[in-house]
């Protein structure tokens, strides 16, 4: 018994110094010290010992226990202080690797100037309202004063979805269908996207936006729209910015006006830039035509209005010198990025 005895200390010895984790160290404790073990397995047989035999025996069986589940709880803590230095190994964290760069998003040329239009005409009073871009020939020309055969519909070549639907060309729209839901004081203005069958080249996209801008009230005049425009300019530009007006011809306005702005280049002395105007052609304005009114059941007899239509990139491009309109729309965020 005695050789059985440090037969099973020997091997539990040899078997517990190579346990790699806590659930092989568990099982040998089973194996060795629990109920079916092979340590209580000896234990069992001490009955058929003689009398002096028995407390040897008794005392070596015991010290085998204790020296296994010494051992056992040696591996327990070590196998532990492994797990967690290992964990910690893992964790670790090189705090001179780069950091991951957050790149925040910008605003685009274009949003960033319709907002400060935006400002520009909600502190003088005026609402911001919005229009379908898939628009009936009637809101887009007919309404307007363009019936079918209309020169002027030459000029604003669209996208037909059928004889009566197309994508929009002007933001103009937008004035029948708010006289037709507003009754005056009307002061609004409208942006969004319009379409035109154009190539494209430095100053033309088949795609580009507009803001609208409509003011019908009694006793408003053609002074009330100089005004107004000077206004968004000189914000727009400085207080030194000058416009210009020459007579012109919308079907939908009468008397109608071209606004040149002055030149930011040369300050108006002429230069390659503006063609040696000194000016350069900005939007289309004038006094809303009798006849528009009548037809949206606004007395022309006691109310006038004026209205304007800006090319929002045109706007853009003179406030941040930008000479190529493609520039707008490529998404190239070497470009976007110095706004
Ligand atoms: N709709 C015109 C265009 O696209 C611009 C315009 C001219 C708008 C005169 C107006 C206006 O409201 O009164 O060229």
Do not use: W
Request: glycine share 8%.
């Amino acid at each position: 018994m005695r050789e059985a005895l440090e037969k099973i200390a020997a091997s539990a010895k040899e078997q517990l110094a190579k346990v790699a984790d806590i659930k092989e160290l568990e099982e040998l404790r089973i194996k060795f010290l629990g109920k079916k073990g092979e340590l209580t397995a000896i234990l069992k047989q001490m009955g058929g010992l003689s009398a002096e035999e028995r407390p040897v025996i008794g005392q070596l069986a015991n010290k085998v226990r204790a020296d296994i589940e010494q051992e056992i709880s040696e591996r327990a803590d070590s196998l532990k202080s492994e797990l967690s230095a290992k964990k910690m190994a893992e964790e670790t964290i090189d705090v001179t690797l780069p950091g991951k760069k957050r790149s925040v998003g910008k605003l685009h040329p274009l949003s960033i100037v319709l907002n400060e239009v935006e400002d520009i005409f909600t502190g003088m009073g005026f609402d911001i309202v919005d229009g379908p871009e898939v628009e009936t020939d009637h809101y887009c020309f007919e309404a307007l004063n363009m019936p079918k055969s209309h020169p002027a519909r030459d000029t604003q070549d669209t996208f037909y979805i059928n004889d009566n639907v197309v994508l929009r060309t002007q933001t103009s729209s937008v004035q029948i269908r708010t006289m037709e839901n507003r009754k005056p004081p009307i002061r609004i203005i409208s942006p969004g996207r319009v379409y035109r069958c154009d190539t494209v080249d430095a100053t033309h996209s088949p795609l580009f936006h507009q803001i609208e801008g409509l003011v019908v009230d009694k006793g408003i005049t053609m002074g009330d729209l100089i005004g107004t425009l000077e206004q968004l300019m000189k914000r727009l530009y400085g207080d030194d910015c000058k416009i210009r007006l020459r007579p012109h011809h919308f079907p939908y306005t009468e008397p109608s006006a071209e606004v040149d702005v002055m030149c930011y280049n040369c300050n108006g002395a002429g230069c390659p830039l503006c063609k040696n105007e000194g000016y350069i052609e900005l939007l289309g304005a004038g006094m809303v035509h009798p006849k528009v009114l009548e037809e949206c059941g606004i007395d022309p007899e006691v109310y006038s209005g004026f209205a304007f239509g800006v090319g929002l990139e045109r706007i853009v491009m003179r406030r941040f010198g930008i000479t190529d309109m493609r520039l707008l729309y490529e998404n190239d965020l070497r470009f976007l990025e110095q706004f």
